[in-house]
């Protein structure tokens, strides 16, 4: 490896370990019940996708791919709101007779159905890049 590469790397690992905390200060000005939410869903991101970069976006928790923001989350007054940007690929439901494409959810509790449901549509918008 050369020396430009590592210093690259070593500049990308900051940068992640900045976005880090500027998360997981977002998350820890949430308040209850979204606090515990929100440290659940940064686990659940960056355990089914690692490879993403965590940072605020727009005053949320917002985690990149090659840059670019694709996927957040954030406390609203009644629900937490986890969705994607138009940067994630995403698509219509196969079969359906619309153009609807899902891109955010509300959600009031977490469980671990709605983890496993959380970590699938990350996976499909992503197309398995983690």
Known sequence: MT?????????QSAKKADGEAAVRE?????????????????????RTAPALEPRT???MPGYAKDGTTVCFFRADKRYMTFGFTQEA?????PGAADQLIDCAWFLTSLNDA???R?????RE???GEG
Do not use: C, D
């Open 118 to 122: 959380i970590s699938a549509i990350l």
């Open 89 to 93: 690929e995403l698509a219509p439901a």
């Open 26 to 46: 977002k998350i820890a000005a949430m308040p209850e019940p979204f606090r515990g939410m929100g440290e659940r869903i940064h686990a659940l991101i960056m």
């Open 114 to 116: 709605t983890e496993a």
């Open 57 to 59: 976006w727009y005053g």
């Open 125 to 127: 918008a992503l197309k």
């Open 3 to 11: 020396s430009r590469n590592v210093t690259k790397s070593a500049g």
